[in-house]
Structures are given as C-alpha cells and as structure tokens.
C-alpha cells in the first residue's frame, strides 16, 4: 500500500505560524510608532498641566479623564453611537455623491469649469455659519440635519480629488483602448478608476475627520442635540472640564478608528500605488 505523504503543516505548527504573524504585526513599526506618540503627547499634556498648576476647572490632565469616562460611561457608550452612525452616513452619502459630481466634472471640461466656482464657493462659507440655518430650516429633524452637515462639510475633497484624477489622466492609454475597440466603461474601469483609487483614498482620510467636525457642529449648536457634541456641551454648561476633555478625547479615538479602517481599505484596493520611503 502506498505511503500517504504527511501535511506539509501540522496544525500545531499553522497555530504557531499564526501566533508568529501576529506577534510580528503588534511589534511592526506601523503599530508600535503611533502608540508610543500617544503616549508621549499625553505625558507631555500631564507635565503641561502640573508645571503650571492648573486646576482641573481650568484644564484637565490625562489623570483627570478616567474618572469622567467611569462616572459617564454609559452616556459614553450611547451618545459615541449616535455620533459615530451619523458620521459615517453622511461621510457615505459625501463618497457617494462626491464620486458622481467628480466623476462628471472628471470627464467633460465644460462642466468642470462650470462646477469648480460653485463648489469652491460653497466650500469657502464657514459651515459654522450655516449649521444654525440648517437647524431652523429642519426644526425636530435632528438626525437629518447632522447628516446633512456631516455631508456638506466633507464632500468636497472628495469630488475635487475624483475629478482631478480623471482629468489628469493620459490620452496615451485612452487612444490605444480605443484603437483596440475598448469602450468609455472598459476604459473608466480599466484604466480610470484604477488612475483615481490613490487621489480618492487620500481625500477620503481628510474626508473622516471633516465629517465628525459637521457632526459635532450640529450636536452642540442644535437644541435638539444629540451625540458627543451634546455631552460636551453639557459638560460646558456645568463647567465640567474633565468630562470635555474626556468628550474630545473619545472624539479623537472615533476618528482614528474611522481613518485606519480607510487605511485598510486603501491597502486592498489601491495597495499597489504604495511607495516605500528610502
């Protein structure tokens, strides 16, 4: 009877291998270089706060925030939801939108010209200002106006960059796909999108954190408020500096999650046009 040949890999050496990789990923450069700037920056925020003596109805140190994460926590929990939801609908309906508006002004010049006033012109209004409006013209509509606002404020990187990697694209590819019978899809999904993916992932990363700066904006400014920019505002009111903090510190933590998951996204789609610095 012939031998049958053993696994190459047993399963306690695949655990091993396994175990191995992730090891290897905790201790990599790209983990262990922003944990340890975190870590600095809140000594040096604690060191700032003691060398001057401030107390904590002044400014609040890292020392300060784990009491008023403990003592609001389950605020934390329900009010960080409601800010992260309504962030990534209107950074979606920005993605969605922007990509279209890009993609039109990306492909025809006469609209391009068209567009680009009226968009940077919007995009120069301080959204600060229109957040008050919005909340009058949409009373009781709360979730609707964060959306809108979170939209509104991101959107634009989004379109600009889509539309610049279009038009930028060159007519040497186009010509040789068309010589070749390639039709306007087979060129867009061959060769255009591909060309955008870089420009589009590097807008959508400034995108997140533009989203949670219109989020919050609604939330404080709306007496109808919800989410963490109602929490900060109440920690305002109250003059409860610890739990501020704690509400900008959990908004930090939001958005870099938010970005890293942007992060991973650009790897597996756009990981090719990645240069190592030498």
Do not use: C
């Amino acid at each position: 009877m012939a031998d049958i040949p053993s696994p190459v890999t047993r399963p306690r050496q695949a655990l091993g291998l396994g175990a191995g990789r992730v090891k290897d990923t905790l201790l990599s450069r790209s983990v262990v270089a922003p944990i340890a700037a975190v870590i600095v920056f809140l000594i040096l925020w604690e060191l700032l706060v003691w060398a001057n003596g401030w107390p904590d109805y002044v400014m609040a140190s890292p020392s300060d925030l784990p009491p008023a994460y403990a003592s609001y926590w389950d605020l934390f929990l329900v009010m960080g939801w409601q800010t992260l939801w309504r962030t990534v609908v209107g950074l979606a309906v920005a993605v969605v939108f922007g990509v279209a508006v890009g993609m039109i002004m990306g492909f025809s010049r006469t609209m391009r010209d068209a567009l680009y006033p009226l968009l940077v012109g919007f995009n120069a209004v301080p959204k600060a200002t229109v957040v008050p409006i919005v909340a009058l013209l949409f009373v009781g509509a709360h979730d609707f106006n964060t959306v809108l606002i979170a939209f509104m404020i991101s959107f634009f990187p989004i379109a600009v960059s889509v539309s610049i990697g279009l038009s930028t694209l060159e007519p040497e590819y186009r010509d040789i796909l068309r010589s070749l019978g390639a039709s306007q899809a087979t060129i867009f999904w061959k060769i255009a999108l591909p060309k955008t993916l870089p420009e589009f992932f590097g807008a959508l990363k400034v995108a997140v954190t533009l989203a949670f700066i219109g989020t919050n904006l609604m939330e404080i400014v709306s007496p109808h408020g919800r989410g963490l920019g109602a929490l900060f505002d109440s920690g305002k009111t109250n003059s409860d500096y610890p739990l501020m903090f704690a509400v900008l510190i959990a908004l930090a933590f939001l958005g870099i999650v938010l970005y890293y998951i942007v992060v991973a996204l650009e790897k597996t789609f756009a990981g090719w046009a990645e240069r190592s610095p030498t």
